[in-house]
């Protein structure tokens, strides 16, 4: 709204009107007064915006006038016409704040002038008030707007799940979560401005903050770590944790970490080991029934030939049914001492033997057999292995388990293309140890296959194998101090070697 | 002229002792040791039945069974299934078998579960063969 009534003053009744006149003529709205005393009252009524006084008027003359009117508003104009060569009283008016001096006699182009500067100030200041009044209400939505979202900030970290600790830079704590209150089991109003790093943690994982605050430039975020936290009233809480070191315009001033309990992660890995131990069981003892049952159909198959044979007295039958018991009385002795080997701790019995001619012993025993499914057996010796010390029953055994599970892994194979072939090497590795590699070129082993190789029970074999073979290889071998290496791939065939301490005879 | 009855079963004991069965029985028996022969001899030999094993190396008893039940040629001949597995798990593979290829197979009409005496086995096969 711009200035537009004016107050015009002066003992001069035909000053006054003809100033009226001029200015209600320029669009202004004018009262008048005829002395500094009426000039107060028509001020006080009727609040003009400027006041043009006289400067000299009996009674209250204008500088008295200029007074009361900045006593009562000091933001009016008020524009003060004087004498030539007033200056002591144009001091003392701009003393009192006038705002304006235009000479008499009153020129309408210098009144226009200095109006218009007076209004040009009250239009900036009424500006300047918008201004004023507007940034007051920027401040409050501002302020408003940051106590939203701080609250917002501290709502989040006090439901955070994780715990959330936070040091300035002397590693005061200044944010200490909820789940940090139960975390660590002190009180958040115990904590936060009172504890440094050094009361809230073990000495070990303030020092690696404390490295890391060193360290570290920039605000690199740690890779999570795991640790166990000792709390105040006693508990171990396993913890995965990781945190951050806080700079502003690179000065260090804090860091923030955050603790996640892995308490109930880690309960539940248990139990997982639990029940993975138990089908273990489950699948050791139904593999185990599975290979009883299948020497009893043997064995119930056996006698039902051998009765055959008696009853028509053949003899052909009898033997073939005859036979089948055997095989499958030996199959019940294999396991019965398989079952033995793995259950019980052996010490291997050293004594000189040749591991060669042990090998050539096993490789008579399965030679048939192989042949008679198309599948060949090679070997190829290190004669400088010579005479060693050795358990030669387990060398024996190691191998026999080896060397059939390869025939077994040809006879598997359904490429019936392939030329299969077991290769059979001994050899003495720079490590000292004496080795036997059993390579075959048969159906080879996936992924799960392997990772089950050394189960108990685990068999690929259906219910002609028992799943001990390797496992009781295994124990064999590391009684033995040595170690079984696997390499297998799918449709390729496996080699397994076996590597035992050189130890000569003596 | 006696009927022909094929065991195909990887274990010399098992087939030894269905031999004698059949023998016993005035049938003609044919062995074979693996999935892939078993499948040969049946081209070759047109058998009236198949007594069928299901975990045999090269070519199960899964697959040969399947084979068989799909081709026209040989969808007629008679199986029982003679095996150390339940028929569950059977069922189970031929099952995945048929998820991953398509195609149903109808469920063994005879599915002997090993131990069998030689009386039980017997009956499935004259039940089949008369």
Redesign the interface.
């Known amino acids: 709204m711009s200035a537009n009534k004016i107050l015009i003053v002066d003992d001069e009744e035909i000053i006054v009107r003809l100033l009226s006149m001029s200015l209600r003529s320029d669009g202004y709205e004018t009262v008048t007064a005829l002395s500094g005393e009426q000039g107060l009252e028509v001020f006080k009524a009727e609040s003009p915006d400027i006041v043009v006084t006289d400067i000299k008027m009996p009674g209250m003359d204008g500088l008295e006038l200029l007074k009361m009117i900045k006593e009562i508003d000091p933001e009016k104009e008020v524009i003060i016409v004087t004498g030539h060569g007033d200056i002591d009283s144009t001091i003392t008016a701009l003393q009192y704040g006038a705002s304006d001096f235009i000479n008499k006699p009153v020129r309408d182009e210098s009144l226009a002038i200095a109006l218009d500067r007076a209004k040009a100030k009250i239009d900036i200041r009424e500006k300047l008030r918008e201004y004023t009044e507007n940034l007051e209400l920027k401040i409050a939505e501002a302020t408003e707007d940051i106590r939203r979202k701080s609250n917002f900030q501290r709502l989040l970290i006090k439901s955070s799940n994780d715990a959330i600790v936070a040091f300035d830079h002397d590693w005061k704590v200044v944010v200490y979560n909820p789940e940090a209150a139960r975390m660590f089991g002190e009180a958040a109003k115990d904590v936060r401005h009172k504890m440094t790093i050094d009361d809230l943690y073990t000495p070990k994982i303030a020092r690696i903050f404390k490295n890391q605050a060193k360290k570290e430039k920039q605000h690199n975020m740690l890779p999570w770590r795991e640790n166990i936290i000792n709390t105040k009233d006693g508990r171990q809480i396993p913890v995965r944790y990781n945190s951050n070191v806080l700079h502003e315009k690179g000065d260090f001033v804090g860091t923030v970490s955050f603790f996640q309990d892995l308490t109930e992660i880690k309960r539940l890995e248990t139990e997982l080991v639990q029940s993975e131990r138990l089908a273990a069981v489950g699948q050791t003892i139904s593999g185990l029934a599975?290979y009883v049952?299948?020497i009893?159909?043997?064995l119930?198959?056996?006698s039902?030939?051998v009765d055959?044979g008696i009853a028509k007295n053949n003899t052909e039958?009898f033997k073939?049914?005859w036979e089948?018991i055997k095989?499958?009385i030996k199959r019940i002795g294999d396991l019965t001492q398989d079952l033995l080997t793995y259950s019980k701790q052996r010490e291997p019995e050293f004594e000189p033997c040749l591991p060669n001619d042990i090998v050539d012993e096993v490789i008579e025993l399965v030679k048939d057999f192989a042949e008679s499914k198309d599948v060949f057996i090679s070997k190829e010796f290190d004669p400088g292995i010579g005479e060693v010390a050795a358990d030669s029953q387990t060398i024996h055994r190691s191998l026999l388990n080896l060397i059939n599970n390869a025939i077994?892994a040809c006879?598997?194979?359904?490429d019936?293309s392939k030329k299969h072939e077991v290769k059979v090497k001994t050899y003495r590795d720079k490590n000292n140890y004496f080795c036997f590699e059993v390579k075959d070129n048969g159906c080879g082993m996936d992924k799960n296959t392997q990772k089950q190789l050394f189960d108990p029970m685990f068999s690929s074999k259906?219910?002609?194998g028992t799943g001990l073979g390797l496992l009781v290889t295994s124990k064999l071998i590391e009684e033995h101090n040595g170690v079984i290496e696997t390499k297998t791939s799918l449709g390729d065939g496996s080699t397994f070697t076996i590597k035992l301490p050189y130890e000569k005879a003596n | 002229m006696s009927k022909k009855v094929l065991v195909v079963d990887d274990d010399q004991d098992v087939r030894s002792f269905v031999v004698t069965v059949l023998e016993e029985n005035q049938y003609m028996p044919l062995v074979a040791q693996d999935g892939i022969e078993g499948f040969e001899m049946i081209e070759k030999e047109k058998p009236d039945l198949v007594i069928l094993d299901v975990l045999m190396p090269r070519g199960s008893g899964i697959r040969l069974y399947r084979k068989l039940k799909t081709d026209k040629n040989f969808n007629q001949i008679p199986i029982i299934m003679f095996t150390g597995i339940t028929l569950r798990s059977f069922l189970k593979s031929q099952k995945a078998l048929e998820e991953f290829k398509g195609g149903e197979v109808p469920e063994p009409d005879i599915y002997l579960e090993k131990p069998v005496e030689p009386e039980e086995l017997i009956a499935a096969i004259k039940k089949k063969l008369g």
């Open positions: 599975h049952k299948n009893l159909i043997g119930q198959g056996g039902y030939v055959v039958k073939t049914g089948t095989r499958n077994d006879i598997e194979d359904e019936t259906g219910g002609k």
